[in-house]
């Protein structure tokens, strides 16, 4: 699992790489919260390439838009395969996490 960030249009752009699961997960929670360290309150999360997430990682997820949330910020994901979009919605994460097809979708919505 690999993070990659940069900024656009003044939102901080956070592409995944590779799987989430129980053994990147702690990884993957350390480096989120390193980039929410930051000063910035906008974040979106390109899932594009993110091939597998389990249950490990929709607890860092969910602990990463509570955080941002309480920051008056906002998160939101996209770019979700077939794959993942299905764990995503079978926890019912869909109806707690804001979703966008793609990148472009993603920052229209700022």
């Known amino acids: 699992m690999e993070l990659r960030c940069e900024k656009v249009q003044g939102v901080q752009i956070v592409h995944i790489n590779g799987r989430i699961d129980g053994a990147t997960a702690e990884k993957f929670g350390h480096d989120i919260d390193t980039v929410l360290g930051s000063s910035d309150q906008q974040f979106i999360l390109d899932l594009t390439d993110l091939q597998y ?35 995503i919605e079978l926890a019912g994460f869909h109806r707690i996490l804001k979703i966008a097809p793609t990148l472009d979708d993603a920052l229209l919505q700022w």
């Open 53 to 87: 997430i389990n249950s490990a990682g929709l607890r860092v997820l969910l602990a990463m838009a509570k955080s941002v949330k309480k920051r008056g910020g906002r998160c939101i994901l996209c770019g979700l395969s077939e794959v993942v979009r299905n764990v």
